[in-house]
């Protein structure tokens, strides 16, 4: 077995034939940093090449030790003081970020995400090219962006916008959080392992003789459970209200809707950036058409828009994290205010590329 120090955030070695990947950034729940992107892509693109090794599984440790967090997403924080100072990191992150991405929805060799504990942002940017998407009772699940003035990137325009009806458009905007097996309801994950059963499993991929990657596959997939459990929200609603054409009209149906479901999910919505709830309403029915490899580069397009402003105008995202994660006052100063106040060129702006088509940062993504 060939192994990395520990002190690293991300841990690459191989158990058996397996290339066996620990993200390990307990304190800060496995955000990923510039340096952990480039050490994931590293990694695989070295595993994609060598016959020794059969299949790639991905984990994340907790404070208390393996398994417990996958990954809350990209490091917020250093978003945060990157856009402030100007750093020119910030630009690579992104680009870099989504080129990972991609390389994991397209990786030759099956690839499984053990998604155990929190998976968010950059975390469903890791697992949900996974071709086993493998879940817990501790599983939590979200692209909880708005909340933070961003939108969900990483591929989020991409896969919320192949789930069912109109889910992916109530997810993206609401952010709402799949508790265990409701990811599978959603088509956010393929099966459910009680998350005691977890450290076996790891295990014994060192253990196991496998034939290929396909024997891996299996054999892993032979210990979930795939039955999806009756969604818990109304999806009839949640397609009538969000298959609406815009934010407003979303907002006035809620108020029409006599549920708890409704009042909440109102309530919701009113603390979210009003802009990037337009935005992102826009982003998930332009991704719906769009192949992986497009919708990233439109990803790119309007996450340099949330950093790279016109002068005077004001960034959700970095005010979003200021308030979440910066000054911790959950009390963010949203500009506009009100939904009502947006207009169609703030909205308009974000899907607008900054870069001619042969220049653009991910121009390579086939
Ligand atoms: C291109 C990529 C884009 C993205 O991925 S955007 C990011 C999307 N993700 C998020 O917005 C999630 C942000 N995090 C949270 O909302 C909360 O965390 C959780 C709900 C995930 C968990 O809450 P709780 O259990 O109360 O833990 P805690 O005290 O908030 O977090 C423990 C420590 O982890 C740090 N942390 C959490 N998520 C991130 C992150 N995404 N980037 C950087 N740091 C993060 C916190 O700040 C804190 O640290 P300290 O103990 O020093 O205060």
């Known amino acids: 077995m060939t192994s ?44 994609k090449d060598d016959d020794s090794v059969l299949a790639v599984a991905i984990r994340g440790v907790n404070k208390e030790g393996p ?28 680009t870099e970020e989504y080129a990972l991405n991609h390389l994991i929805h397209t990786y030759p060799k099956p690839y499984i995400a053990l998604m155990d504990g929190i998976v968010m942002g950059g975390g469903m940017g890791i697992s949900q090219g996974a071709s086993l998407r493998i879940i817990t009772e501790r599983s939590k699940l979200a692209m909880p962006e708005t909340n933070i003035g961003l939108f969900p990137d990483v591929g989020g325009g991409y896969f919320l916008s192949r789930c069912a009806g109109r889910l992916g458009e109530y ?45 891996v596959e299996r054999w892993c997939a032979s210990h979930l459970n795939t039955v999806a459990p009756p969604a818990p929200w109304p999806s009839k609603e949640v397609d009538r209200i969000f298959g609406l054409p815009d934010v407003p009209q979303i907002m006035t149906a809620l108020a029409a809707t006599d549920s708890d479901w409704a009042r909440e999910t109102a309530a919701t919505l009113r603390q979210r950036s009003p ?29 340099h828009r949330c950093f790279h402003l016109c002068p005077g105008a004001d960034s959700e995202t970095v005010e979003g994290i200021r308030a979440l994660a910066v000054d911790k006052d959950h009390a963010p100063r949203w500009n506009p205010a009100r939904i009502e106040d947006v207009i169609p060129a703030q909205v308009a702006a974000f899907f607008e590329s900054p870069w001619a088509a042969d220049a653009h940062p991910l121009r390579h993504l086939g």
């Not at 390990?24 to 940093?33: D, F, G, M």
């Not at 709830?277 to 996450?303: C, F, P, S, T, Y």
């Open 275 to 303: 802009l990037m709830l337009h935005v992102v309403l826009e982003q998930i029915r332009r991704a719906r058409v769009m192949g992986l490899a497009e919708d990233l580069r439109m990803e790119r397009d309007m996450v």
């Open 67 to 94: 398994f417990g967090s996958f990954c809350a997403g990209g490091d917020i924080r250093f978003f945060h003081q990157a856009a402030l100072a100007g750093d020119e990191a910030l630009e690579a992150f992104f």
């Open 171 to 215: 997810l993206a905007l609401t952010g709402r959080v799949l508790v265990g097996r409701e990811a599978i309801t959603a088509g956010l994950a393929d099966g459910f392992i009680d998350s005691s059963r977890l450290p076996g499993l790891w295990n014994s991929l060192e253990r196991t003789p496998f034939e290929n990657g396909a024997s």
């Open 4 to 47: 990395i120090a520990s002190e690293t955030h991300v841990i690459a070695e191989l158990r058996g034939r397996v290339g066996c990947i620990t993200l390990n950034r307990p304190k800060a729940l496995n955000a990923l940093s510039l340096d952990m992107i480039r050490s994931l892509t590293q990694t695989l693109q070295a595993w």
